[in-house]
């Protein structure tokens, strides 16, 4: 697994995407692909910032690999303890106005990845995301 490990400010995702990109280019993965990964990993990334550390500065590792088959990236942090897993989902049938503010930025990282899983190790979030690589049928 390759690391970096990055301050939690919000400016920082360009770090991480740009990190996770070298990664993605090793296999090819299509455009479409990472896309949904990297909106899954710049919401991921942003809750860490704003509600693992709402007064104070921490870091976060981000490792990833990566394989013909998947890519892994795991979020580790010693911030707040928070499993977005276990988030009730937002009921998105409600008009704009009557939907309570959150959940949609995790929703679509369940969405568009195949796997989320969370622990809390110690006093360590340590959030998972896998996905499964598909190649496009060629003509």
Known sequence: MTKLTVETKLDEVYNVLGFLEVIMDEVQISRQQQIHINTAVEE?????????????????????????????????????A????????????????????????????KEFMDSVKYERIGDENVLTLEKIIKREALP
């Open 44 to 80: 991921i990334f942003v809750n860490i910032v704003n509600y693992a550390f709402p007064e104070t500065a921490g870091a976060v590792t981000v490792c990833a690999s990566v394989n013909p088959e998947k890519i892994t990236i795991e979020f580790c942090d010693n911030g707040i």
């Open 82 to 109: 928070f499993d977005p897993v276990q988030k009730e989902t937002p009921d998105i049938s409600l008009p704009l106005k009557d939907r309570p503010i959150g959940g949609l930025g995790i929703l679509m990282t």
